[in-house]
């Protein structure tokens, strides 16, 4: 079955837009643990920080298989019928991008953290407060570690493909693509595809690199 360039276009908007939703909701969830792991100080936190750079390199095909099993009609969130659906390709990108910008975030704060935070508390505020402070201060590895969970979300295969199926106009991404093509000996299809995915990718790389730079510049000059 031969792919046009109406079906071309939908995989690359399905792949960016899945990517987009599943970062959001990640880095919603992780800037503020990552901030609070590194102001707030509690019982357990730095094996929670160990966990989380433990999941860093968390295999994909091993959380679609797990989510999988909790989304199947026997699982217990089978009932939500959304297993095969771009929603639980969102799930699954969302958890492996969650240990990327939480760690991220942590390392940023940290170095924050010890440099200002003695001038934050001095000037009234509490741990909690200094939260909102510290994510202004680190704004610019924010954006780093949000461009690096999307790099890490656009380009999953693994457990996109397990959860959702790679069904043709409804869940086959850019990645599952080049598998699906590939396997079927369509190396034409799977080379555009692939050229569109790498140049994502190098776009992302180049941004993040040269995010780094601006911000080790940065701090020399307030040094």
Same mark, same amino acid.
Request: hydrophobic share 55%.
């Given at each position: 079955?031969t792919?046009g360039?109406?079906?071309?276009?939908?995989?690359?908007v399905?792949?960016?837009?899945?990517?987009?939703?599943?970062?959001?909701?990640?880095?919603?969830?992780s800037?503020?643990?990552?901030?609070?792991?590194?102001v707030?100080?509690?019982?357990g936190?730095?094996l929670?920080?160990v966990?989380?750079?433990?999941?860093?390199?968390?295999p994909?095909?091993?959380?679609?298989?797990?989510?999988?099993?909790?989304l199947?009609? !026997?699982?217990p969130?089978? /009932? $939500? #019928?959304l297993?095969?659906t771009p929603?639980?390709?969102? %799930?699954?990108?969302? &958890?492996? =991008?969650?240990?990327?910008?939480?760690?991220?975030v942590?390392?940023?704060?940290?170095?924050?953290?010890?440099?200002?935070?003695?001038?934050?508390?001095?000037?009234?505020?509490?741990?909690?407060?200094?939260?909102?402070q510290?994510?202004?201060?680190?704004?610019?590895?924010?954006?780093?570690a949000?461009l690096?969970?999307f790099?890490?979300?656009?380009?999953?295969?693994g457990?996109?493909i397990?959860?959702?199926?790679?069904?043709r106009?409804?869940?086959?991404?850019?990645?599952?693509?080049?598998?699906?093509?590939? !396997?079927?000996?369509?190396? /034409? $299809? #799977?080379?555009?595809?692939?050229?569109?995915?790498v140049? %994502?990718?190098?776009s &992302?790389? =180049?941004?993040v690199?040269?995010?780094a730079?601006?911000?080790?510049?940065a701090?020399?000059?307030?040094?």
């Open positions: 079955m792919t360039l109406g079906d071309f276009i939908q995989i690359v399905l792949s960016v837009s899945v990517s987009l939703v599943a970062t959001a909701a990640a880095t919603a969830i800037l503020p643990i990552g901030t609070a792991l590194a707030v100080a509690f019982r936190r730095r929670i920080v966990l989380i750079n433990a999941f860093f390199g968390l994909p095909v091993v959380v679609g298989l797990v989510l999988y099993l909790a199947s009609r !026997s699982g969130l089978g /009932s $939500l #019928a297993l095969f929603s639980a390709m969102v %799930i699954a990108q969302t &958890i492996l =991008a969650i240990p990327i910008i939480t760690a991220l942590h390392r940023a704060s940290e170095r924050a953290w010890a440099r200002y935070g003695d001038e934050l508390i001095a000037d009234g505020a509490t741990r909690l407060q200094a939260i909102p510290i994510l202004m201060i680190i704004r610019a590895d924010l954006v780093t949000v690096a969970g790099g890490r979300t656009v380009s999953e295969v457990a996109v397990l959860v959702g199926g790679n069904i106009g409804l869940t086959r991404t850019m990645t599952t693509t080049i598998a699906l093509q590939t !396997s079927q000996g369509d190396l /034409s $299809l #799977a080379l555009a595809v692939g050229a569109v995915l140049g %994502i990718s190098i &992302i790389s =180049a941004t690199f040269a995010l730079g601006q911000a080790r510049t701090g020399s000059d307030e040094a």
